[in-house]
């Protein structure tokens, strides 16, 4: 069986770190591209980028380019989102996702609530 | 980047009702859309990939249809488990693009 699960929520200060993640069981990690997507209740859903664990290929939304670091280490068959200086506006609940365009391939993990306040 | 708009922003229906959502894309994406269900708490669920296919497992009074730039979901006889929020996704061209959803509420 597939499945994508997620590390738990955090809370974090604004200015700190934090590195979030998404461990793939049942298929060839390596093999298959992970997306990251943020939920907040002010703009909706919003793809940040992908990764395709084998090559690290990493492809970032323009609005999150340079705002967060996706990477994955195979050899876990985990996927990270890592943020070097959290805002307020980071705020939000973060669901890593395998899909393609086709009957079966579509996985989500549970998500992941990040709040950042002081 | 390809912009998704997506009406209604909500929608308040009775069980057996025909219901009707649509997403139009400011460019062509080919069939290149997925319909998602989410529930509170939840992950989206696809019901719908390349515009028209149902996905497995998902109950077939779901249908969708389009391509280019207009596309819609229907859902053919609404059940008391369809209340939730519907979204459409590009995947066309990077980013991919999600509608602003649609709220189907309980009548």
């Known amino acids: 069986e597939v499945q994508l699960v997620q590390s738990g929520a955090e809370l974090r200060k604004p200015g700190e770190s934090l590195r979030i993640s998404c461990k793939g069981s049942?298929?060839?990690?390596?093999?298959?591209?992970i997306g990251w997507v943020r939920q907040t209740p002010g703009k909706g859903l919003e793809y940040m980028g992908i990764?395709?664990?084998?090559?690290?290929?990493?492809i970032y939304s323009p609005s999150f380019q340079g705002q967060v670091t996706i990477s994955a280490d195979k050899s876990i068959s985990t996927a990270h989102l890592h943020w070097s200086s959290l805002k307020a506006s980071d705020t939000a609940i973060y669901f890593c996702?395998?899909?393609?365009?086709?009957?079966?391939?579509?996985?989500w993990g549970q998500g992941t609530l990040v709040t950042v306040s002081s | 980047d390809i912009q998704m708009t997506q009406s209604p922003s909500s929608l308040s229906a009775s069980v057996g009702d025909r219901v009707t959502i649509t997403c139009r894309a400011s460019?062509?994406?080919?069939?290149?859309l997925g319909w998602y269900q989410q529930k509170p708490g939840k992950a989206p669920k696809r019901l719908i990939y390349?515009?028209?296919s149902l996905q497995s497992g998902v109950p077939s009074r779901f249908s969708g249809s389009g391509s280019g730039t207009e596309f819609s979901l229907t859902i053919s006889s609404l059940q008391p488990e369809d209340f939730a929020t519907y979204y459409c996704?590009?995947?066309?061209?990077?980013?991919?693009?999600f509608g602003q959803g649609t709220k189907l509420e309980i009548k």
């Open positions: 996702t395998s899909s393609y365009s086709s009957a079966r391939w579509d996985y």
């Open positions: 049942g298929y060839r990690f390596a093999d298959y591209w």
């Open positions: 990764i395709l664990p084998g090559e690290s290929k990493t």
């Open positions: 460019q062509g994406i080919r069939n290149d």
């Open positions: 390349a515009a028209s």
């Open positions: 996704l590009q995947h066309n061209t990077y980013p991919y693009i």
